[in-house]
């Protein structure tokens, strides 16, 4: 007996998909993990990692998205939630409530997290600043 399913199986492999820097942030490289493709566009779930030092970080912002989480896997990153400053670490789950303003400003440089949005075509819109953001921690070779 065969059932249709309203999304697709899928089974990523780590060969199967590379990390590529032309994500949303060109300080982080991103490897899509094929669930876009899967639910039709329903859900999006990458991986992200650090690239490059912090500088400026994501500016304020907020996302149109129904569902945010981040879980982060290695290292830490620190963000401002409207004027609320969070440390996230490894093991940490984040659920970024829809609209809520926000900007990541820090983190190590072996972060990586885990990002589950819903659609998968979220779109990131610029937002008006809250408060201040606190300076980012200098790499060790980030002067190199």
Same mark, same amino acid.
């Given at each position: 007996?065969?059932?249709?399913? =309203?999304?697709?199986? !899928?089974?990523?492999?780590?060969?199967?998909?590379?990390? *590529?820097?032309?994500? +949303?942030?060109?300080?982080?490289?991103?490897?899509?993990?094929?669930?876009?493709?899967?639910?039709?566009?329903? #859900?999006?779930?990458? +991986? @992200?990692?650090?690239?490059?030092? /912090? %500088?400026?970080?994501?500016?304020?912002?907020?996302?149109? =998205?129904?569902?945010?989480? *981040?879980?982060?896997?290695?290292?830490? =990153?620190?963000?401002?939630?409207? &004027?609320?400053?969070?440390? @996230?670490?490894?093991?940490?789950? *984040?659920?970024?409530? /829809?609209?809520? *303003?926000?900007?990541?400003?820090?983190? !190590?440089? &072996?972060? %990586?997290?885990? %990002?589950? #949005?819903?659609? =998968?075509?979220?779109?990131?819109? &610029?937002?008006? /600043?809250?408060? %201040? @953001?606190?300076? /980012?921690?200098?790499?060790?070779?980030?002067? #190199?």
């Amino acid at each position: 007996m065969s059932t249709a399913f =309203a999304t697709q199986f !899928s089974h990523i492999r780590p060969q199967d998909t590379s990390y *590529v820097d032309q994500g +949303l942030r060109d300080f982080f490289l991103y490897r899509d993990l094929g669930i876009a493709e899967a639910t039709g566009g329903k #859900v999006l779930a990458q +991986l @992200v990692k650090a690239n490059h030092a /912090p %500088e400026q970080g994501t500016g304020w912002h907020r996302h149109e =998205a129904d569902f945010h989480i *981040v879980i982060m896997l290695k290292g830490w =990153a620190r963000f401002m939630y409207g &004027d609320k400053e969070t440390l @996230v670490a490894a093991g940490d789950c *984040v659920h970024q409530a /829809p609209g809520i *303003v926000h900007y990541l400003f820090d983190y !190590s440089e &072996d972060m %990586e997290y885990l %990002e589950i #949005v819903s659609p =998968a075509d979220f779109r990131s819109i &610029d937002a008006e /600043p809250p408060c %201040e @953001v606190p300076a /980012p921690t200098p790499w060790r070779d980030a002067t #190199v």
